[in-house]
């Protein structure tokens, strides 16, 4: 893989990673499929829209393509799913034949930030734990609302401050306390129809994703005792960021209608 290409910035951002790194992310995360989206709560919100079967959805930053697979197999919803991790994509496409959904699952290997910089119709999109790609909660949904019909909806698993404040870490700049988020979402005069919290389920995906990429870290080190250094760097830096999410954030999902 080409770590030179400069639009994998934001991708090794999301997964906070160094670019260097990226190369090695598909060993690291093997383990992992959702690569921390709430799926049981963005199942549980998207299952009470009713839907009807070939609605259209958008995926962006689909990863290894759960969130996709998922709506696919238990709505028959025809999803298209924007990544620029090609491995991730691979994983993607194996896991739609699994579920015999294949047909319904459009992966592409495109920048996000690129594919939204044109408007599109869909039905409804899903921003799943990609962190704050677009900044700010009104950018995001600024964003978010040019991919969907009017009356279509927007999905966005993120979270929210525990306490008023601002946070200056990498990544973090753009979260605010719970009455500035939902002002954020909702600037544009959109319904927000749900909010979910994901918070206890976090807990024990982060615990159990931190067991398994540190598993995987320390066997890829002992391939590629090279680079040692950069995997442990990695592996500690994945468990410092979810105790910075525990100690600071509240988990959740919102979906949110466009009203105009």
Known sequence: MNTSNP????????????????????????????????????IALVGALVLPPKSRVLDLGCGKGAVAVMLASKFKLRVVGIDLMTAFLTDADRKAIEYGVSSLCDFR????????????????????????????????????????????????????????GRMSRKGYEHYRDHDE????????????????????ASSRINDECQRLIEKRGLELMRLHPDLSADIAAYIDGQADECRVIMDYLEGTVWLLRKEQ
Not at 183 to 191: I, N, R, S
Request: hydrophobic letters at 45%; charged letters at 20%.
């Open 109 to 164: 290997n495109l920048d996000i930030l690129e594919f939204v910089s044109e408007d599109h119709d869909f039905d409804l999109v899903v921003l799943a734990s990609v962190g704050g790609i677009f900044g700010s909660f009104e950018n995001t949904v600024g964003r978010l609302r040019t991919q969907v019909r009017a009356g279509g909806y927007m999905l966005i698993d993120d979270g929210y401050l525990k306490h008023v």
């Open 7 to 42: 639009n994998l910035a934001s991708v090794a951002a999301s997964l906070e990673v160094d670019q260097r790194l990226l190369p090695c992310l598909p060993y690291l995360l093997q383990d992992l499929w959702a690569l921390g989206s709430a799926i049981e709560q963005i």
């Open 181 to 200: 988020t939902v002002a954020g979402l909702t600037v544009f005069g959109d319904a927000l129809l749900r909010e979910a919290s994901t918070t206890e």
